[in-house]
């Protein structure tokens, strides 16, 4: 349940979103990437309304389908496909999309062999240069959620979510996807990131949202609003990260 | 009579076996899944109906399906429409077996976890493309167990056509019974256990080519 929920995001920034289990933060990026269909309000991307609640025409299946590639989504779960490699799953929806292309009967080893150069980059890109061969259950948690970022990224989102990436990894390799999601981020990747990793946050973030009950409590710059929080529920919640 | 001859006319009887397995196994398991789908429809009268011709199906015996399919019409039209005892064996197996089969390819179908739909929805795939490229493979391999389980089963309840007087291997056998040789009856387990032979060598050739993902 949200309610209320307004909130921009510039382009290059960071934008991280903390809050207690059942405050509406993954409901939130349901809602983004049209896997929840919100019923009231807006998302604008660059200046186009891509979805209006009140607004049926901006609600047609087929174009949904398009509207939710301007959105990557990074699950919990990793969710990456089981039979097919690292590689296959990072080139397999740009491939199937490629097929939509005018030009690709005549133009199909060229358009492959394209998506396949930039699969690899991307592999390499989250470390996983030798791994690409491999099948999802034979990698890592850790590796698997890193694949999963190269298969988000290779849709080329306009901005990337992340639904609390590292919640279902053993402590030891939270390290390693945080520092694939640092990296975007010093590349200037427009990303929505759910976390429960408080100093992440605090570093990765130009601005964080604290929800509570689907409600925004708090919203500000991301140092402002973990070292000095203005609301006392903000205060709360913090408490205890500070403790442990 | 000399061992070669009744064997001929043992493995001549159990075409007919085969014949009612293969077209049951053509037929039903399409029809399988257009039923799951059907059970599955979010639209309610489609789901119920189904459900309900599951229902029925499975809580009959098979041989009051047969008797029905083959007696029935002859009945109600005094005579005048008759289907021939073969195609009436058939379609009792087709009807029959599809409704096992649909539960099978619904549990398979449900039991793909709903992240898998969901990831490439967000990677902007089509429906279709989703069931074809993630979702299909996976069903198919959690499904390849239980319906091997019913394909075993198949061919075994074939011989349950010489209810309606087909003449099927067991039947054959009786009337070799009927004529004081008791061993043709006993010898028909031989061709049972090399079809299912064979069909279980395929069907782990099968789990074994799905075995490289989890």
Redesign the interface.
Known sequence: MLRDISFSLEKGQALAIIGSSGSGKTTLLRCLNFLERPDRGRIIVDGKTIFDAADLSTQRESEIRRKRLHFGLVFQSFNLFPQYTALENVMLAKQLLAQERSDFKAKKKEIFDEIRRMAEELLCQVGLKDRMDNYPHQLSGGQQQRVAIARALAMQPDILCFDEPTSALDPELTGEVLRVIRSLAERETTMIIVTHEMAFARDVADRIIFMDEGFIVEEGPAAEVINHPKEERTRQFLAHFSNQ | MSFSTVNLMLAQSFLLNCQIFFVTLILALPLGLVLSFGSMSRFRPLSLLSRLYIYLMRSTPLMLQLAIIYYLPGFLSSGQYMLSRMTAACLAFVLNYAAYFSEIFRGGIQGV?R??Q?????????KG?IFR??TL??VI?RIVPPIGNEIITLIKDTSLANFIMVKEIIAMAKDFGNRAMIWPLFYTGVFFLIFNGVVTLLLNRTEQKLS???
């Open positions: 976890p992240g898998q969901e990831a490439g929805q967000v990677l902007g795939m089509t493309q490229k993630i493979l996976q391999k490289y993902f989890r």
